[in-house]
Structures are given as C-alpha cells and as structure tokens.
C-alpha cells in the first residue's frame, strides 16, 4: 500500500474516532486527524485542501471551528505570508478532557438507570444489581485512569519550555 494510500485510510479511521467523541463536522475532524498525521511545521492551507479535497469556503471554515476550539494554531514564517496550520499545544488534552466529560455524564445516566430500577421494578433491579454495580466500578475505574491521565498530560505541557 502506497504512503499516500495508507494516510488517507488512516485520516477517514482517526475523522470518525474524533466526529464521534468530539462532536466534529466530518471535514472538521478529517482535518484534525490530518494535522495530527502532519510535521511539527505544520501544513499550509493549501496543502489542507489538497488533502482533504474539499472546497475553499468549506476548509476555511472548518479550519477557523478547530482554531476557535484550540484544536489548531497557525504560524507564519519570516518573508513567507502563507499560514501553518498544526495542533496547538494543549489540543490533546482538550480531548481528553472532553472525553473525561462523556465519562461523567456516562456514569450519571448509569447511576439515575440503576435509581429508577430500583424504585419502579425492584424485581428487575435485586436480578440485575451486579450487573449495574460492575458497569459503574468500571465507569469509576475508567473515569480515575483518564484524569490521572490528564494530570500526566497538563504537567508534561506546562514542563516544556
């Protein structure tokens, strides 16, 4: 398989993994996935459209959706007036504690299903108890490991110079 072939396959798997936990536009997250398979340079927004082979209008404003959510910063270079798009500094971790917010809510509606059993079908709850119980300690034990996670993430950042 081509290089070329390879990154477009892995640009469309990556898009879809973040359209979904990120709530992004498929361009949108086809463009992050794309940025994160990219240099520390970065790319032009020419390069972007090449790539990702859409419209001018549609790029640009997808571009300017990641830059407002500080998934994406842009640099220029001495005597070059073209902009380079790449992940901006903190855009992992954003991520991550966008996904420890999914979490939370997760183990919300988990707890409130397993209050409701219990108080209207307490049959149905004394059957299925451990289920529920075992579904939360894992919520719980995901839940640790990703703000223990973010916590590694914000120190390695605030580290760099």
């Known amino acids: ?61 997808n571009v300017n959706v990641l830059s407002q959510l500080n998934y994406v910063t842009f640099y220029t270079k001495p005597g070059d007036r073209k902009r380079y798009f790449k992940l901006a500094k903190y855009s992992s971790l954003i991520s991550l504690e966008a996904y420890h917010n999914t979490i939370n809510k997760e183990m919300d509606m988990v707890g409130r299903i397993n209050s409701y059993n219990k108080k209207y079908f307490p049959e149905k709850f004394i059957n299925e108890e451990s289920l529920g119980h075992i579904f939360q300690e894992y919520l ?6 990703v703000a223990r996670t973010i916590d590694k993430m914000r120190h390695f950042r605030e580290s760099e110079k």
Not at 40 to 53: A, C, H, K
Request: charged share 25%.
């Open 1 to 61: 398989m081509s290089h070329k072939k390879e990154k477009e396959q892995l640009i469309e798997t990556i898009g879809l993994a973040i359209e979904e936990q990120l709530n992004l536009s498929p361009l949108a997250s086809r463009i992050y996935a794309l940025l994160i398979l990219s240099s520390y340079d970065g790319l032009t927004f020419e390069e972007i459209r090449e790539v990702i082979q859409a419209s001018k209008s549609s790029t640009s404003v």
């Open 140 to 145: 719980v034990e995901k839940e640790q490991l």
